[in-house]
């Protein structure tokens, strides 16, 4: 019960952090989704010691351990669009890979090569 | 009164199905088991075998969809828990990924111009390498389909774990960072579980990778979609 009542209220401050992130948006006309400056701003405030990891550590790691549940009844959506993903549309699916595969290439081979450069460098 | 009894009894069917879908891929570890699949496939069988419509399990469903945002803040938790290799590592990943996700907004959106489809479905697929909450938000920044933007995420999150042995081999990619970049960049989540079956510093790289990706994605992606279509 005690560690019920703790992720609970560890939710609603990350759900305060998260409005907190959706205001400054609103304010500033940004093009950033609220919730990602959001997360920027608890990755600041960790870092410089002004929120402590334990005043939050439950919620989150719940939160972070259960990402899968909070989409659910978004990827439920899909009930009304079925038939999108006949004939033509499933090239859409095509794409999706073709473009990942890409991802991955360009993403680890540059990284790559940094840490080679990087590894030879140290030697 | 009613919307309330309707809502709630979503909310605990819904949680309660991901608990089952939890026990049954610790059971058998298939890709089709995966909790946010099998859930997927069992609420959608409900709802069609007992007739209810989208919109109503919604009225439930949209308090989950509430919390998506907190679900994108709390993913500091694990960049924060990463800040040491985040540090070591901070050249390495922080190129690999903006790369990366240059590249996957701009090819993604590319091709599905050239190919002729709808701009709607476009903006629903151009974020498809993030984080399903961010890719919902993006897309619905940029005028798409949150729903559709998570069936591109998941397609992304699944085919990048599938393809990513032959790629690997085919273009040696086989430094421990190259490898932790590349699927965290294209397979977000579902990509660094599978990282972190390898080794735990791909899995660690793969969570700053997919963490870093999601702020550039959806910092660039306005602007990018804006120049291509």
């Known amino acids: 019960m005690l560690k019920l009542s ?54 989150t790691k719940f939160v972070v351990d259960n990402l ?21 549309g499933m090239f859409l699916i095509l794409i999706v890979l073709f473009s990942t595969t890409l991802v991955i290439i360009t993403s680890g081979l540059t990284s790559q090569w940094i840490m080679c450069r990087k590894e030879r460098k140290h030697d | 009164m009613i919307n309330f009894i309707i809502g709630f009894l979503s909310i605990v069917s819904t949680y309660g199905v991901y608990l089952l879908s939890k026990k049954v891929h610790q059971k058998w570890d298939f ?8 859930s997927t496939v069992i609420i959608i069988l409900i709802l069609l075998v ?47 990924t903006l790369i990366g996700a240059a590249v996957g907004v701009s090819t993604g959106t590319l091709f599905a111009k050239v190919m002729g489809f709808e701009d709607i479905l476009i903006h629903s697929l151009s974020p498809k390498s993030v984080t399903a909450p961010v890719a919902m938000s993006v897309a619905d ?40 970049v590349g699927i965290g960049s294209a397979s977000h ?28 994605v959806s910092l660039i992606t306005p602007g990018l979609v804006n120049v291509l279509l």
């Open chain 2, 141 to 180: 920044t940029v005028g798409g389909l949150p729903t559709l933007a998570v069936v591109f995420v998941m397609i992304a999150g699944f085919g990048g774990v599938f393809l990513k042995p032959i790629i690997y081999k085919v273009c040696r990619i086989n430094h421990v960072v190259g490898k932790g």
């Open chain 1, 68 to 88: 899968a549940f909070f989409f659910i009844p978004a990827t439920v959506g899909i009930i009304n669009y079925f038939d999108l993903f006949v004939g033509k």
């Open chain 2, 50 to 96: 007992m007739r209810i419509p989208y919109e109503i399990y919604m009225i439930g469903g949209k308090w989950i969809n509430e919390l998506l945002g907190v679900a994108v803040v709390a993913l500091a938790y694990p960049l924060y828990q990463q800040r040491e290799n985040l540090k070591k590592l901070a050249l390495p990943i922080i190129s690999g």
């Open chain 1, 6 to 59: 703790k992720i609970l209220l560890h939710i609603i401050f990350l759900y305060c952090i998260y409005l907190l992130g959706n205001w400054i948006v609103e304010i500033f006309n940004l093009i950033i989704p609220g919730s990602v400056l959001g997360m920027i701003i608890l990755f600041v405030l960790l870092l410089t010691n002004v929120i402590k990891v334990t005043w939050i550590e439950e919620g």
């Open chain 2, 31 to 38: 890709t089709f088991t995966f909790p946010v699949i099998l």
């Open chain 2, 189 to 216: 989540a579902i990509g660094t579980a599978s990282a972190l079956e390898s080794s735990l510093l791909e899995g660690s790289v793969s969570t700053i990778a997919m963490v870093v990706s999601a702020v550039v």
